[in-house]
């Protein structure tokens, strides 16, 4: 029978806290597309790789710990879990509670949530609650339900959930054939930058802050070097740039509008063993690198996830990238969560022409895009 990718407990079963016989869900999360990206290279002088974590089954990265958060719940017997989240980690976690035959309730900032992951915790059967302030609202309000209830929590502070996120860096690092020289990604809870630095590490044979125990250190080192970790936040969500938690953080980027990150230590420890750095990126930019890599690298990303993009192209143009490195960002999220952002004020309706060839030829352009359709050549 032809191979499947098999999910991320039975793919990495030496590495994960779970053992022979323990319940597992998946959805078949993980094994995502590492891509070049040669307009990325011309823009930096690296040479720069795209980890579309958009391909997985929920369309975010967040499958990665949901699988783990999710099967370690159905090992307590608890029969409920919750998140707080801006929409993916709900999305994803309603997906596998279905999975796992469990009740999901989520707990989101109202109206701040992108359409598609909206439509999917709905589909998936959550319980929707909406209110009328932030994610860091939320995160508390989920915080204390669960410490008083008999509900799981699934955010990630849960250390399930980075164990499962930090296999992101193991792929990267089986196809590379070793660490990049550079990791970027966009930094919202900051609980993605402290998996990615606890996979880089474990596979180098170290272990760090966050680390949930140190059976996967007693393995042979897979990797030889570790990169330097950049972090990207929006310009108006930007409390590890600034030093100080955001009262009311705002962006475009939904996913990462957050003003007082659970994971701060952490991603400030990543930070600094890896000796890089968090910056911050307009909406501006963040739009900008979106469009880059839809119209020049083929891959469509939410906002959010363009951020990381957004901040390496920020840091060439300041001459911060080294020649020649080998980067890797991570696309976080599907562009398919978010087509308002993405289409932005553009027109899709379309005036239709004539059921013929001729009506189709004569048109003046076969889209609603900016760009006429190229001429086939002669
Ligand atoms: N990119 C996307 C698409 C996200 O959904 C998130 C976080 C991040 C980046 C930032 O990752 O929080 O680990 O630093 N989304 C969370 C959610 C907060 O609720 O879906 P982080």
């Known amino acids: 029978m032809a191979h499947q990718w098999r999910g991320l407990i039975a793919e990495y079963p030496d590495r994960l806290p779970f053992g022979e016989g323990d319940p597992v869900v998946t959805l078949r999360e993980g ?29 975010s990265f967040k ?20 998140c707080a989240s801006t929409g993916n980690t709900s999305a994803s976690a309603a997906a596998y509670a279905v999975a796992a035959g469990l009740q999901s309730a989520v707990v989101l900032p109202a109206g701040k949530i992108a359409a598609g992951k909206l439509a999917q915790a709905i589909v998936h059967g959550a319980t929707l609650v909406a209110v009328d302030g932030n994610f860091d609202d ?30 992101a860096a193991f792929e990267i690092v089986d196809q590379l054939g070793d660490a990049p020289d550079i990791h970027v990604l966009p930094v919202g809870n900051a609980g993605n930058i402290t998996a990615y630095w606890m996979g880089y590490s474990e596979y180098a044979g170290r272990t760090t802050l966050a680390s949930l125990d140190e059976t996967a250190t007693r393995l042979p080192a897979a990797s030889t070097k570790l990169p330097e970790m950049w ?3 929006a310009w108006g969500a930007a409390p590890l740039v600034l030093g100080e938690p955001v009262d009311e953080p705002e962006t475009v980027a939904t996913a990462i ?20 750095w968090i910056d911050r990126v307009t909406d501006e930019r963040i739009l900008a690198a979106q469009a880059v890599l839809a119209a020049e690298v083929g891959v469509f990303v939410e906002p959010a996830s363009a951020a990381s993009v957004a901040g390496l192209i920020q840091a ?26 993405a289409l932005g004020g553009r027109e899709v309706d379309i005036d239709p022409i004539a059921p013929t060839v001729e009506a189709a030829v004569a048109a003046p352009a076969l889209c609603c895009g900016s760009r006429a359709p190229r001429p086939r050549a002669a």
């Open 231 to 233: 972090g990207v936040q």
């Open 138 to 167: 939320c995160l508390r309000i989920v915080r204390e339900l669960t410490e008083t209830h008999p509900v799981a929590l699934v955010n990630s502070v849960n250390p399930y959930r980075l164990q499962g996120q930090k296999t």
């Open 316 to 341: 060439a143009e300041a001459g911060r990238v080294p020649q020649g490195a080998t980067i890797v960002c991570t696309v976080t999220g599907n562009g398919l969560k978010d087509t308002a952002t």
């Open 257 to 276: 509008r957050i003003g007082n990150p659970a994971s701060w230590k952490y991603a400030e420890a990543a930070r600094d063993d890896s000796h890089g």
């Open 31 to 59: 094994g995502t597309p590492l891509v070049h990206a040669p307009a990325l290279d011309a823009r930096t002088g690296a040479t720069v790789y795209v980890k579309v974590e958009g391909a997985n089954p929920t369309g």
């Open 63 to 82: 499958d990665r710990g949901m699988t783990t958060a999710i099967s370690r719940v159905l090992q307590t017997g608890v029969k409920v879990v919750a």
